[in-house]
Structure formats: C-alpha cells, structure tokens
C-alpha cells in the first residue's frame, strides 16, 4: 500500500465525509444486498418501469446495481458508481466494454469493466483497479484504456485495460492532487481538471505521445479566467511539501473542477461551484465560459460531461439539481434528454454512449437499490433514437 493513502482520512474535505457518512453501514453488509429487487418510483410523472423520465420512443434497463452480482457474471458490483466510458471489443466486432469507477474512501475504491455482446448482452464483469480511494471520474484514451482518477488530497491517476482484470498501472507524471476528470485532446496532451474550491487547470505533455509513463506537467495561469492562457511547469508534480495548486502564484483557479471531454482543438470542463461549463481552444491556447447554468436555466449541479462528436452536442449531468442528463446543444439551447425520478441526495454519473452511439450509460451514484432504501448505486442502460434527438 502507498504510504500516503494512510493519510487519506485527513484529506477529505467537509462535503466527502457528509457525502459518505449516511453509506457507511452499506459498506459493511455488501453481500447482503445480493438478490434485492431494485427501489424505484415507477408510472410517478410519466416515469418508466425504472423509475426515468425519458423522451419518447426511448426504453431503459437496470445493468448494475451497488452490492449485487451483475446478471449472467459472478461479480459483485461495488457501491458508488461513477466516471466512466465505454470502449470498442477489439476481438468480438460490435461488442463493448463499460468501465466504471466506484468513489468509495478508505482504500475501497476501484473500477469495474463490464463486458457487452454486440447483441448487447452482458457477457463478463471483473475489477481493472482494487484497493484504491474515492475514485471519481476519469476519462478515455485513444488507445483503448481508462484512465482512473482518485479524488483527495494525494490522489493520482492509474492507466487500466478495461479487457484485463486488475491491469492498472500507476500514471504519477499525471500529478497528486484532488483529480477528477482527464481527457486526452488531439494534441496529444491530457488535459486534468481539480475538484476544489481553488482547484487548477493542468496538462500533461508525455515525452512520447500516447505512453503516460513520463511527461511534463503543467498548470494553467493568466490575468484571468477569460482570456489567454500560459502554462507553466508545475515545480514538484508528487505534492511533497506543497500542493500543486499552490506551487505557481500565478495559477489559475476554478470553483470545483469536475468532468472534462475534448473534439479536435476544443477541450470542455465544468466547474460544480459556479454551474458554468468552460471552453478551452488549444489552437488560441485561449479560455473562457461555454455556458453558465443555475439561475432560470435547467441546468444545474453541472458534474460529469461528454462531448457527443458527431452532433457536436455537450452532455452534461447533474449533481443533484433535477437528477437529470441536459444536452448544450452548438446553439447552447438545453433540452433534458434523462431525469432519475424521486432519487434526491444522489447524483448522475458516468454518461458513456455505446461506441456505435445508440445505448446511453450512465448512473445514479447513490441511487436506492433495495427495498430498504440502502444507498449503494444503480447503473443504467438508456436505448432510442439518439442520432435524431441529437441531431447526428
């Protein structure tokens, strides 16, 4: 065990241990939990069979739940769903894989790959990381592997192969600090967002493109957060004495760093403190506010964010706020696409669509799954006409 996360405990702010303190006896019965039926509020204000209110002609299915073996696997899935996304089976053409994070504290965390037919059956289940903390969200690489982000003060960031089980592999040139989300941009750099109240913006320039054992890691700072941007090299990317948020005077900082996604020059990330979904131009090296929530808008509690390609469309779901999945249109015109029904307390987490764009992924991170209302997490599956509701 690294000697660091024996401070974990020191490390979580305030919100975390509010967050998890009503989850801690779930923890402890996990196996107990295997054989509930789900908890959901079903036929309330136009909800489905799983408790969502979805456009027509959309379905959903339950494909995870928190303490309970997944169907036609013998594996568990752990509580706390979170960031995750979804990668093409490279040996079974038009199968998939689902990695998932589980933001669990205290050397509890981990992430789970479940395993698609190309019929969409779910074929296998197994851990890519164990005995990790508080892991939250993350993001995809270009070449098939899932970068895994821990969320405390000495997280970092661990590169895992969703098609091996426990195949992670430690990334410390990406930082130690309170990491949330990576997303790698066409230049070749990882892009990191900080979820705390004064957390950075930073990259990582790997000494060779597409192998994130070394690199440079950089923060953003400027006059502003609107406007240029010039990175700086970050002194002592490990955190040994000082925080990496703290290292360069001039730094930039963001109220609550969340998810992060990228299309061609444009890299996207949200910040929860301000509901504001921000815009940064690697061409430009330029950075300003896509689009600000709260207020009249439907949009608020702006957490995890995927960036639809093809339409050119902006997923963003909700921490909180209405429980629900708000598309930004290239207009910045909203429309709810996904609301969890009579799940408060919890959070939208881990929208990843399937690689040929028609099933919708994604949970609620502390969803009830049992009767009972313990709080453990449910995943699930949305399927519809996405390419016209997008406009693909």
């Known amino acids: 065990m690294d000697e660091s996360r024996e401070f974990i ?18 923890l402890a019965v996990g196996g107990l939990l295997e054989g509930c039926a789900p908890l959901v509020i079903a036929g309330v204000d136009g909800t489905d069979v799983n408790g969502l209110r979805l456009p027509p002609g959309f379905t959903s299915r339950i494909i995870a739940q928190g303490g309970q073996v997944i169907a036609g696997t013998n594996h568990q899935f752990p509580a706390f769903p979170d960031g995750a996304a979804t990668f093409a089976d490279l040996v079974v053409p038009g199968g998939w894989y689902y990695a998932v994070n589980h933001e669990i504290p205290f050397s509890g965390g981990g992430v789970t790959s479940i395993r698609f037919g190309p019929d969409g059956t779910i074929v296998d289940a197994y851990p ?22 821990e969320e405390h003060e000495w997280g970092v960031v661990w590169e895992c192969d969703p098609t091996q089980p426990n195949s992670a592999i430690r990334r410390g040139a990406l930082g130690t600090f309170y990491h949330e989300a990576a997303a790698v941009a066409a230049d070749g750099r990882v892009y990191l967002t900080e979820d705390r109240p004064d957390g950075c913006f930073y990259r990582l320039t790997p000494t060779t493109i597409g192998d994130l054992s070394s690199g440079v890691l950089e923060v953003a700072t400027g006059a502003s957060t609107s406007g240029p941007v010039s990175w ?38 949200t910040t929860k403190g301000d509901n504001r979904v921000w815009e940064y131009n690697t061409t430009s090296s330029s950075v300003g506010v896509r689009f600000q929530g709260g207020g009249s808008t439907i949009l608020s509690g702006v957490d995890n964010l995927l960036a639809d390609t093809p339409s050119g469309t902006l997923l963003i779901a909700e921490d909180g706020g209405d429980m629900q999945i708000v598309m930004i249109r290239p207009d910045n015109s909203l429309e709810a696409i996904v609301q969890a029904v009579g799940q408060e307390g919890s959070e939208i987490t881990g929208p990843a669509f399937s690689p040929d764009g028609q099933r919708l992924y994604f949970s609620s991170q ?9 709080i453990a997490g449910i995943t699930y599956e949305v399927t519809g006409p996405f390419d016209a509701l997008l406009g693909r």
């Open 9 to 26: 405990g020191a490390a979580l702010s305030r919100r975390t241990i509010l967050k998890w303190s009503g989850a801690a006896g779930m």
């Open 232 to 269: 700086v090299v970050v002194p002592d990317p490990t955190a040994g004495t000082v925080h990496c948020r703290e290292q360069i005077a001039t730094a930039l900082h963001f109220n609550g760093g969340e998810g992060v996604d990228t299309a061609a020059n444009l890299v996207w990330f």
């Open 128 to 149: 890519i990381l164990t005995n990790t903390s508080l892991n939250c969200a993350g993001g995809p690489t270009p070449w098939g592997t899932w970068l895994s982000c």
């Open 366 to 374: 502390r969803g009830p799954t049992t009767p009972f209302g313990v």
